[in-house]
């Protein structure tokens, strides 16, 4: 089962969107390039968000014929869970979908 980031408030996406969005797209191994095209970043912009990431323990690195992979971890999808019950909460009530 896909899960799917959704829209915040506002037009622009926060640090903790583009996290997000990063761990879901690399719940596959994944290579730099394609996460950066994947969330619309810059390469100075990825590698500093990756830094992040791996340094926490959000994503590990994978080394296969001299290419870097990357890979959510235990730690990333407890992220992403707890991403998406955060931004559940903050949805404005009419968006939300009335239980029966």
């Known amino acids: 089962m896909k899960t799917y980031i959704v829209q915040t408030l506002g037009g622009r996406r926060d640090r903790l969107r583009i996290m997000a969005e990063i761990l879901q797209i690399t719940k596959e191994r994944q290579l730099k390039t394609r996460i950066m095209y994947s969330v ?32 959510t971890t235990t ?26």
């Open 40 to 71: 619309n970043l810059s390469f100075s912009q990825i590698n500093e968000y990756l830094s992040f990431l791996t340094e926490m323990r959000f994503l590990r690195v994978n080394v296969d014929n001299k290419k870097k992979s990357y890979e």
């Open 75 to 100: 730690k990333g999808y407890s992220y992403i869970d707890n991403y998406l019950e955060m931004t559940s909460l903050l949805r404005p009530q009419e968006l939300q979908v009335p239980s029966v």
